[in-house]
């Protein structure tokens, strides 16, 4: 009986994909005029591509070879007025999301809805490529694909060094990350004006590693010092984005830990966050018009000195941790915290919720690891953006520490 209803699920999500892009494809026939295939061809194809399926691989090959040979028929009988093979090739992607949608139901469904996107969004695509996309920003675009998906599956994926901290696949996934993050920033800038977009793209980027936010912010207020007070802005508003994944990370691990954290917390959230919308908010002769927003992505040069330096910050923490050792717990943690405030505090809340470790010592130590961490980051916008760049970031990260320990020690 359940057999049966899968077959009949598959079946009806295999003609409604074939619907959904037909629909669409049957509007763009009656836009432009010409067209091979409309909304009853394509529920047929991917019915037909589930019907295919039930029967076997003699059934696909079979149904795969006439969808072919229909879409190279109708593409010659039409390409004197429409050139093009979009709708040709819909027809096989269907065919093929019926056979898919008989095996995988809620991928098939997943990917036709993105198929139909993909064609409705025709003429905004093509005045992005043609009009909006620069040769530069095209160029970082493919620098950035080219990291993420032919170098990083290169590298190896484990430690190289005597404390087994230093793996250069995760060291290339954190130079993606910066990359991104700074190429995230731009596209905000792009959308939503400068002032408004970095700072989106700052509490964003504080997901990822508040610590590259704050670098690839730097390099570009290195770079366009017109944007420095913005991009100060951006990085303190990454600091939200750690106090937030603060909360989650103790919760998780011993949520009466978090009990007694959360005020503390939240009074530095709020203080840093203030910090960040005055810095935005005093770079008012930054044009705010969207099409103003100039440059590159990203500075790759400054993805690779971020990661360099926190290279050179975890090897100095783990031979300090392996020269104290797990006696002097407050500062292991602390040093823990140069390299990444959330290991420090996780290690903080799993002491506590084991009974290793009392809630005041946990959230002293956390207290430790966020101003080490904090000392980090403001090293890494000195290198990323220079002097003035982290003399903005100053009182907004010191700010934003002593509501933390005032906060615990009043709460």
Known sequence: MMADLDILRGLAVALGLGLLVGVERERRRADDGHGVAGVRTFALIGLAGAIAERIGGIGIALGGAFVVLAALAGYRASRGRDPGLTTETAMLVVFLLGVLAMRELVLAAGLGVAVTLLLAMKTRAHHFVHQVLTDQELHDALLLAAAATVVLPLLPD????????????????????????????????????????????????????????????????????????????????????????????????????????????????????????????????????????????????????????????????????????????????????FADTHSAAASAAQLH???????????????????????????????????????????????????????????
């Open 353 to 411: 919720a084991t009974g290793h470790l009392g809630p005041r010592a946990a959230m002293s130590g956390i207290a430790l690891a966020l101003a080490t961490n904090s000392i980090t980051k403001l090293g890494l916008a000195w290198a990323s953006g220079g002097r003035g760049y982290a003399l903005r970031l100053l009182p907004g990260i010191v700010a934003m520490l002593l509501a933390f320990v005032l906060a615990l020690r009043l709460l």
């Open 158 to 337: 484990r430690a190289i060094d005597p404390w087994e901290v230093l793996n250069p696949r995760k060291l290339w996934l954190l130079a993606v990350i910066v990359m991104a993050i700074s190429a995230l920033g731009h596209v905000a800038r792009r959308a939503f004006g400068v002032r408004d977009g970095l700072l989106l793209a700052g509490f964003a980027g504080g997901f990822a590693s508040s610590s590259a936010t704050i670098a690839s912010m730097g390099a570009r207020a290195r770079n366009e010092p017109a944007l420095a007070s913005a991009c100060a802005g951006a990085g303190m508003m990454s600091n939200v984005s750690t106090v937030v994944q603060l909360g989650v990370v103790v919760g998780l691990l011993s949520p009466p830990l978090l009990g007694r954290l959360w005020p503390a917390l939240l009074v530095s959230g709020v203080v840093v966050a203030a910090f960040a919308l005055a810095a935005v908010r005093a770079a008012r002769d930054v044009p705010g018009d969207p099409a103003l927003a100039t440059g590159r992505a990203f500075e790759p040069k400054q993805a690779l000195l971020f990661v360099a330096i926190v290279a050179l910050v975890m090897l100095a923490a783990a031979a300090l941790q392996a020269w104290l050792g797990n006696a002097a717990l407050g500062a292991v943690l602390a040093v823990s915290g």
